[in-house]
Nanobody, 116 residues
Framework: QVRLVESEGGLVQAGGSLRLSCTIV????????MGWYRQAPGEGRELVTT????????YYAASVKGRFTISRDNAENTVYLQMNSLKLEDTAVYFC?????????WGQGTQVTISS
């Protein structure tokens, strides 16, 4: 059974930093493009960032570019999301995502709340 296990989010003051991690269990992470989505209250789920299986290609939504960094350690089957200069509008449930041509998996979601 394949699972994505996310680290706990948290409550952070605006301007602060937080790192999330996501470990894929039951598959080799190197098989998958990994990414993070988020869903704010009353909003749809939006793509935040992705990283290719080798780590050489990344994508960032305009709203987080320059502030968030995605990275991966395939030996640990883990992807990381370093979030800096956090803003109130970054408050959301963050979901880890793993995708390859024939399947995809989602994490359970972790709450990130930014306070003023």
């Amino acid at each position: 059974q394949v699972r994505l296990v996310e680290s706990e989010g948290g409550l952070v003051q605006a301007g602060g930093s937080l790192r999330l991690s996501c470990t894929i269990v039951g598959r080799a992470a190197s098989d998958y493009t990994m990414g993070w989505y988020r869903q704010a209250p009353g909003e749809g789920r939006e793509l935040v960032t992705t990283i290719s299986w080798s780590g050489d290609r990344t994508y960032y939504a305009a709203s987080v570019k320059g502030r968030f960094t995605i990275s991966r350690d395939n030996a640990e089957n883990t992807v990381y999301l370093q979030m800096n200069s956090l803003k109130l509008e970054d408050t959301a449930v963050y979901f880890c995502h793993a995708e390859r041509e024939d399947d995809q998996y989602w994490g359970q979601g972790t709450q990130v709340t930014i306070s003023s």
